[in-house]
T-cell receptor, first 111, second 115 residues
Framework: KNEVEQSPQNLTAQEGEFITINCSYSVGISALHWLQQHPGGGIVSLFMLSSGKKKHGRLIATINIQEKHSSLHITASHPRDSAVYICAVDPGSGATNKLIFGTGTLLAVQP | NAGVTQTPKFQVLKTGQSMTLQCAQDMNHEYMSWYRQDPGMGLRLIHYSVGAGITDQGEVPNGYNVSRSTTEDFPLRLLSAAPSQTSVYFC??????????????FGSGTRLTVV
């Protein structure tokens, strides 16, 4: 069993829909990251969370440390949101830079 | 623009050839790392460095070497390319505060094909 599990693996939505991507993990962490990767593109950091909730534009990320679960929400989705969204956890081991990555959720937003 | 610069973007190698993937960052981050990304798998750590002159192995280090002579540069060397090294490679940098690393910045990736 992977230490970081994302669901769904694939998601197709219509423009304007509210989208939720889930991430569950099985290890103790100091922080959780949400990353975005457009097709053929680089990886961009969206959020780093250690508790609660963060919002940036139409993106909202939440984390429940006790339940070892995080969600990424996209409100009023747009075709430009089409990308792979990756959850990664930092086990908090300090100077090792060893993030543990999920396999990603491929999101396609249709106009 | 500040960030991580990775070159080349695309490369085709023949089995047995060697090459170096370049990675440079201008944010004075002490931590740098190399990952490979394969279909259906999460990014996997190849090698990492916690500062100039210090490197260590990650999850999948075989067939790769690294060095960190300066804070800015962290090249990845493929010694004798094999088809199993066909992948997309990402370099990343970050800095540490307490138990966590912050400011994760990734390069744009190198798509490597070994034939």
């Amino acid at each position: 069993k992977n230490e970081v599990e994302q669901s769904p693996q694939n998601l197709t939505a219509q423009e304007g829909e509210f989208i939720t991507i889930n991430c569950s993990y099985s290890v103790g962490i100091s922080a959780l990251h949400w990353l975005q990767q457009h097709p053929g593109g680089g990886i961009v950091s969206l959020f780093m969370l250690s508790s609660g909730k963060k919002k940036h534009g139409r993106l909202i990320a939440t984390i429940n440390i006790q339940e070892k679960h995080s969600s990424l929400h996209i409100t009023a989705s747009h075709p430009r949101d089409s990308a792979v969204y990756i959850c990664a956890v930092d086990p908090g081991s300090g100077a090792t830079n060893k993030l543990i990555f999920g396999t990603g959720t491929l999101l396609a937003v249709q106009p | 623009n500040a960030g991580v610069t990775q070159t080349p973007k695309f490369q085709v190698l023949k089995t047995g050839q060697s090459m170096t993937l370049q990675c440079a960052q201008d944010m004075n981050h002490e931590y740098m790392s190399w990952y490979r990304q394969d279909p259906g798998m999460g990014l996997r750590l190849i090698h990492y460095s916690v500062g100039a002159g210090i490197t260590d192995q990650g999850e999948v280090p075989n067939g790769y070497n690294v060095s960190r002579s300066t804070t800015e540069d962290f090249p990845l060397r493929l010694l004798s390319a094999a088809p199993s090294q066909t992948s997309v490679y990402f370099c990343a940098s970050s800095y540490s505060a307490g138990l966590s690393n912050y400011g994760y910045t990734f390069g744009s990736g190198t798509r490597l094909t070994v034939v």
